[in-house]
């Protein structure tokens, strides 16, 4: 359209590659240690470089042009090469696990693919809750995509309140059947993904009924959809509950049973067994359990999820920071808006947030593998909680220092926030979850004053029961009524930066909140308050004390990443160490009015915290740019005008607005 | 597609019934308050209702499944529309003025519409700055709608640094023409409003030369389009620039000129002339002047549309916070969710910070018809970025409160939110404006100090120049000094509330903080720092002290509107003074950090706070629905599944999932 634009314009790039040769640590190092390894890196970029060669899998601004149906038919097809890419590089490793072949070969997609709940819960839960027999049965034909499963929980009613659901599945024993039903609007299952339009088969939460008693919530392998025509089943009513602020590939469905018969067989058999004559047995609460540490895990790897989308957003904005100029300074030239203070206290500070959140998804893991669940359990509910919060306000952060540009989808940010934002509402909605974390505290507090913390039982259902092993939480409780009378005695920032000073302050503020808490509870209760009526009265305070726990992790991972990159001598040790003071004083600064209440910092103090935020925020600029590098996403990653590796941003904005990339341009003139 | 849904729910509508019937003032003439008086009550539901008649403004979920290109013609037919239904009822009001028929005509339609900027800026722009003899042939056109104008400022490269714009208008001096031309990618006019599709005509801001000169910046009307076809003229490159966060309506447009000529006459000459010998004259600074009034009155206007748009977040919250049931109570029912404290303390502090921002923007309009314009510029910039702020977190908030259903479009927060983000960034970004707030209160500051404050410059250019009354501001400096030694003496819960408290509070703060920054700028220049490297190492202290003033103010407007309603008796004022005690209790305990810090509270008053904010939450929860009620906004208003009047929430829901409103469900078996 424009003879010669792009032929005449500055070189915005130019600046980033001053950027990257100021660098004051081997990026690639870091990328290697982010990763997990040299090894890991390889096989991302090895993976990405397939993926990215594959035209189904291109993206653009063009895709944010696209309608729901389509949207959804190009995540289909795009998942169909997926599974044609497993078999033809013979990959092996299990989708769910972090760090293998087949996971990082998904990741390199970079994009939302409903049919993903195939394998991270239709397949795991149907392994959790099903017998052996069962599962010789379904699983082959689940593991084939020849059973399309889902899983369906929340009702339109009901949400995380699993007691509370209302579809019913009642036995019949003339048939030796099971009646599926939607007793009331409110109990139409509502939300599952793939449900609307991909699933054929649905693992039923129901509320099983036999012989008038009520058993209680069970799960049941229902198909809703015809194997050959996809056509939905007699009685079942399905499909997709419509557009969401983001995650539009995903048909999210809604399904309304009337008296649809399975046979007694389809239902989950593992902990309870309901035999042809109509007797209950059950295992106990195994059931349960399994659930609980799936929802474990899931938290973990949000976590996880969080420093990744926190990290694409900062190298969205700080790259386009570093190129764009606005406003005079001396000599002439405009200014790069990276050099504004104002600039770098809104963005280092999710920078080095999203590094926190990386470093102690790690530490997660490890736990993990150790075997600490009751202490993971404890902590995932509210790091879950806390983390994701702080990357919703982060990207949207990022995406409002763009300016203007930010507003626009071609900018990336827009899709990378409104998809981010569900996990602040899954897997348990962040206020009721981050209540989880601090009853779990209490219980542990309340075991140590009974003199018993070491064989207490672990809080919520974890598996460590009677593990005789002091788990993260109960050493914590252990030494909260000391750790909360410790005072700041730095009176220089070099001695409020020391790693044992700033795990010192997070320690006791986390610690004054719980037994302030503890201190609430036991005034309503002593006022006559019945349990449920304090808890409620107290629930802010409980929700600010789940933070402040979560905080002093995060504080505490971020140091021993950094004390043992030191220990090895290694060059990433001096960024990282400014990385670390920026994290842990910048939320200090942000809730600098909890740390003077808990008494840990003086008045005169609080200037210290700022002068150190403000030294700390010009050491991370230096290296702000290749900090974001060394996260090594691609632009296919990343699929923003602003954020692209070289830098130039105008073009790509023009390009974006051409016909090709937008179909508001396709007619000359508008037909309206 | 599923029998009988719909006749075996519960009704929740009836809680909200319940709700209602416990109001404990009279609903109605809180309407009436808010709207500025009864007969406003009445034009805005009299409008209301011709608007909710007419098929062509009729809103649902389906506006949130349409294309742009549908949007944008939808908006078009609406636009239309509504020019008739203007003639037909023969309304004369000012489009611009608050109050107007035609206004009120148009807000009944609660939409977006991008040609508003017809109305909104290009003629108030034209008739700014073109001369009479100009008027008189361009007015007419523009006011019959046969000239489509916008207002072309912003550039690819350059946002609200005028000065750097790079577009140019050279004088051919043979023919009298100018020639506008789009010399790099960076000068491409990108982002202004209704360019992309609809205008035929742009005031492009361009830098004039003459013979070699440079003489700055000045407006050109220059003819983009046909008038017959549309097509763009030869040289112009048009169109609009891709999907955004929201807004998706409107046609923001780019724009590119290969050497477009225009008649000399076609520069904008009130306040310059260009002879056609080439001579340049100019009348000084007025253009500026009038620039800078006219970003006050549309930032004033921003600071009432936060108020509007966190109301309707708030009553769709709130609505549904009290129909939704989650969790055991005793007695086994489901407990309402906005009985748990959490859920109040998310969603009423937005309640009654949106009543804040509605009691400042009157009290911002009285200002206005006072002439107190030197004040209004320094406070507008201010409020206008700290309202718009809260908003978007208040809106986001509510979305959360929302669960799960606030993912979904049909909830109607999705766009509420997207639509409104704009404002944090238009007409001056938050962060960049913020500072004029902190800026002028320094130069009244200064004023003050060498003794002449009363007949100061005003900051930025307003027009009260010379004026002998005090503005708010400068009264405000002129105390700074002594409030900021301040001390709250408080030692009850009552003494806390009272209103002379709660302002000595906010003053104390402020001033405190104004203080804080001239020293700190004092001590960077003592160092040797040059002016503009020491404000930019002091911005985040800049900016908390504009915030820190603006909430000043809305406390200070909040306490004499209940002061305004107990010297008359109303019945409004006992629910009014306990949503004065959340806003400015709830405010103090999220910033208690700065409180403590600058001395006025003590830390055993911190617990009086918190307390304070527990028995307001109380309070204001029983109101809650009523409150919301109060605003009037109508089903057609809200569009929301989740919002509605009637809580019938469910219904709702699984309506807008039926094919007729969602289109991933048109076809029974997915195409794909």
Known sequence: ??????????????????????????????????????????????????????????????????????????????????????????????????????????????????????????????????????????????????????????????????????TTATYLPDTDEIEIHSPTLASTKWWPGALGRTANHAIVFARLLVAGRDLGIHNFLVQIRDLETHA??????????????????????????????????????????????????????????????????????????????????????????????????????????????????????????????????????????AGDAAALHVASAGLKALCSRLTCEGIETC??????????????????????????????????????????????????????EATAPAAGGGGAQGKLVEGEHQAFVRGAAAAATVRCEASTLEALLEPATLCAAYRQRAAWQLLYVRRALGAAAAAGAAPIAAWNGACPDIVRCSESYCFDALVRHFCAAVASLEAVGSPLAPPLRSCRSLFALWHMQQHIGEFLESGYLGAAQVELVREGVRRALLEVRRDAVPLCDAWGFSDHALNSALGRYDGDVYTALYASAQPALNPMNRDEVDPG
Chains 1, 2 share one sequence.
């Open 232 to 369: 939905p089943l007699p009685g079942v009513a399905v499909g997709d509950i419509g557009s969401k602020i983001g995650y539009n590939a995903q048909d999210n469905g809604f399904c309304r049973f009337e008296r649809v018969r399975i046979p007694r067989v389809q239902m989950a058999m593992r902990n309870a067994r309901l035999s042809r004559t109509g007797e209950y047995t059950t295992s106990g609460s195994v059931a349960r359990d399994v659930l609980y540490s799936t929802m474990t895990l899931v938290r973990a790897e949000i976590v996880g999820n969080c420093g990744n989308a926190l990290a694409k957003a900062c190298t969205i904005a700080i790259r386009y920071s570093a190129v764009r100029r606005q406003g005079f300074a001396d000599g002439g030239h405009e200014t790069i808006v990276l050099d504004y203070a104002m600039q770098q206290a809104r963005l280092l500070p999710c920078l080095v947030s999203a590094l926190a959140f990386r470093l102690t998804a790690t530490h997660v893991t490890a736990m993990l593998n």
């Open 1 to 166: 359209m424009s003879k010669g634009a792009g032929s005449d314009i500055d070189s915005p790039g130019v600046q980033l590659v001053a950027e990257r040769a100021a660098a004051s640590f081997p990026v690639r190092e870091l990328t290697y240690f982010l990763d997990g390894g040299a090894e890991q890196t390889r096989m991302r970029e090895r993976f990405e470089a397939i993926v990215e060669a594959e035209p189904v899998f291109r993206r653009s601004c063009a895709d944010y042009s696209l309608s729901r149906p389509e949207r959804y038919r190009l995540a289909m097809r795009k998942q169909l090469r997926l599974c044609e890419l497993i078999k033809d590089l013979q990959l092996t490793g299990n989708y769910a696990t972090a760090g293998s072949d087949v996971r990082a070969l998904r990741l390199a997609v970079h994009d939302d693919i409903g049919s993903d709940l195939q394998l991270l819960m239709f397949i795991p839960n149907l392994k959790a809750t099903f017998s052996d027999e069962q599962l010789a049965h379904w699983l082959p034909r689940a593991e084939a995509w020849e059973v399309l499963g889902c899983y369906a929980q929340t009702e339109l009613g009901h949400g995380s309140n699993v007691r509370a659901l209302e």
């Open 399 to 452: 995406r409002l220092a763009c300016g203007g540009h930010g507003y626009l989808e071609a900018s990336g940010l827009p899709s990378l926030l409104g998809t981010f934002k569900q996990n602040a509402t899954v897997e348990g909605e962040n206020y009721m979850i981050a209540q989880q974390t601090t009853r779990g505290l209490l219980k542990a507090l309340q075991a140590h004053s009974v003199g018993g």
